[in-house]
């Protein structure tokens, strides 16, 4: 089977392509380029539209280590980082090999149609004459920490930041982050990590950080100077060779400590992003969007939800004390006990001495494994549903009501949409209701177009493999705009799911999460619906207007300057979203796009 496409020719190998799996290499012919992640490949120089860097040099001529990268948390994830920090030149006249290169690669794609689970082994090669001869010994120069070199972060002036709590809207405490480069108004009363880690929100004794992805020195330097030697536990799910070079970037800081998340089930990725913080005054959680890294709080659109300052609870108080109508206390202490970690064993004891009682979210976790009976209902998709079903009510033309998910990376659905996402999960969003056709997902134009140009996408891994099976899910796309956030030009790493009244004024509920569309995240049903399986530990926060004592959250049309009076639920994206132009393609991370220049003069060519 084969289809034609801007997309360019390619053969692709059956695989389980969740979001963290690298793409098995494609078989190479005359016709049909191959793409072949590389990822020790440290250049001796890396061409971009405004110059050319070459590896540092001190006075002696010997080779300075450029800082080194951030552990990224995947094998995907360092694929595009090396397409990230390699962009190349557009140029209008190619060379006539170039254009020729071009040509063959945008021919059209040659898909397969299986849906296997299991990538199956790379094919052998044969070893070729000059692969004999033994190979020069890498340089351990680093590449620039940066899409676009070394100079592309500028950083911010004073102003940029929060001085006070005055423009916070406490409401429903969902914040987005701010991004360099768009206009003031639109970052007044969003949060940059700095903001969170400030005296402003309390006197810091000590923090534990769950993610994905970590740069340990820049996390570090977001603290300020009077909590920076503070202890700090980093959750994390790295093995091996990345363990190893997390263990490594934390040598220079001994306050830090880590407590490594079992994965037990091939693919799973710890994917939770939260923030533990513990106060002279009492204590908070943050539940985010954002990995511990510097690009993911530049130009990027990402969300948080920020608890309560919690105060302690009188001595001898009941283990029972401090629990929120929405039952958030127990359910985070047993989020935290799914770890099974010595590691975190005190920080569990001292939420438990803290009332958590002026919560209003519940939280919505998934942690690995496999779950049979009332245990189902705890985690991924099924808790939602359950959660759901037990606190929302109908509403008058409920079926009307449109169910939207928005998300920066997608998993295999399966070869049509009763595999899984109009069967179990689109059951699960559409609880007491029917189903809408909306995924919000950026288009090739949108990232090409974005503050950080193709670059951006290397933060969106949808990857070929995965769409050549699925191009039904297509037609459900819808483009990122971001107009009433100032946003439309910051690509989201933000997921949110949510049910939009028919008018799109109204929220029947709201989801922020670290969850993707993907069934590693969200869970899949097995043995005839008797069990699900869970690959990935992700969290999130689920807003119902019952909390609230609201019948439904009125959308806000004027999101920022945020106002502490606004009763408004501040969306992040334009409603209602707009359907993917006849011209437009969802942007897949891992094929070339040439044809035209994003904003930095750059094209896109996946190593």
């Not at 059951?427 to 670059?455: D, H, I």
């Amino acid at each position: 089977m084969s289809q034609d496409s801007q997309h360019g020719k390619w053969t692709i190998s059956d695989s389980e392509d969740e979001d963290n799996i690298i793409p098995p290499t494609p078989q190479k012919d005359s016709n049909k380029p191959s793409i072949k992640p590389d990822l020790e490949r440290k250049p001796d120089t890396i061409t971009t539209s405004r110059t050319t860097l070459s590896p540092k040099r001190n006075e002696d001529n010997h080779s300075v280590k450029e800082p080194s990268a951030p552990s990224m948390g995947s094998e995907a994830r360092k694929v595009a980082h090396v397409n990230q920090t390699i962009p190349v030149k557009y140029e209008s006249n190619p060379s006539p090999s170039v254009k020729r290169k071009r040509e063959t690669e945008e021919a059209g794609w040659n898909l397969s149609s299986s849906d296997d689970e299991t990538p199956p082994p790379a094919p052998k090669k044969e070893p070729k004459k000059s692969d004999v001869n033994p190979k020069k010994k890498k340089t351990e120069d680093k590449r620039p920490p940066s899409p676009h070199g070394t100079s592309y972060y500028k950083e911010e002036p004073a102003d940029f930041f929060e001085t006070n709590l005055l423009s916070m809207n406490d409401m429903y405490r969902f914040y987005l982050n701010k991004v360099t480069g768009i206009p003031k108004k639109f970052n007044t009363g969003a949060l940059h990590i700095k903001d969170i880690l400030s005296p402003m929100f309390g006197t810091l004794k000590e923090s534990v950080q769950f993610n994905y992805c970590f740069d340990i020195p820049w996390m570090v330097e977001q603290y300020p100077p009077e909590f920076r030697d503070k202890p700090v536990v980093l959750v994390h799910g790295e093995k091996r060779e990345s363990k190893a070079r997390l263990i490594e970037q934390a040598k220079p800081y001994p306050h830090i400590r880590f407590c490594q998340a079992k994965l037990d089930i091939a693919f799973g990725t710890h994917h939770t992003k939260m923030m533990l913080l513990w106060y002279e005054e009492g204590f908070r959680v943050i539940i985010l969007t954002s990995n511990l890294i510097r690009a993911d709080w530049y130009q990027k659109t990402q969300g948080m939800w920020m608890s309560p300052l919690y105060p302690r609870l009188p001595e001898g108080s009941p283990e029972t004390a401090g629990e929120s109508p929405t039952n958030f206390k127990s359910d985070l202490l047993e989020y935290l006990e799914a770890y099974r970690a010595p590691e975190l064993a005190e920080c569990i004891d001292r939420i438990k001495q803290h009332d958590l009682s002026e919560t209003r979210v519940y939280l919505i976790g998934s942690t690995p494994g496999r779950y049979q009976g009332p245990a189902m209902e705890k985690w991924g998709h099924l808790r939602l549903r359950k959660l759901l079903s037990e606190h929302t009510k109908p509403v008058q033309n409920e079926e009307r009501w449109h169910v939207l998910g928005q998300f920066s990376s997608i998993g295999s659905m399966g070869l049509d949409k009763t595999k899984w996402l109009a069967a179990e999960f689109q059951r699960t969003l559409t609880t007491l209701g029917k189903a809408g056709k909306s995924l919000v997902y950026p288009s090739v134009e949108n990232v090409r177009t974005s503050l950080e140009g193709y670059p951006a996408g290397g933060s969106l891994p949808y990857s070929i493999q995965t769409a050549q099976k699925q191009l039904w899910l297509h037609s459900y796309f819808h483009g990122w705009h971001a107009d009433v956030t100032g946003r439309s030009n910051a690509m989201p790493h933000i997921k949110t799911y949510m049910r939009v009244s028919p008018d799109f004024t109204q929220l029947a509920w709201f989801l922020v999460t670290s969850a993707n569309l993907s069934k590693a995240a969200w869970g899949a049903l097995e043995k005839n619906s008797t069990q699900i399986m869970v690959r990935s530990y992700e969290l999130g926060v689920l807003y119902l207007p019952s909390a609230f004592n609201m019948s439904t959250f009125p959308v806000e049309k004027n999101v920022f300057p945020a106002s502490s009076s606004s009763k408004g639920f501040p969306v992040p994206f334009d409603l209602p979203p707009q359907h993917y132009s006849s011209k437009e393609q969802p942007w897949i991370w891992n094929i070339p796009y040439t044809q035209a220049p994003d904003t930095h003069g750059n094209v896109w060519v996946p190593s």
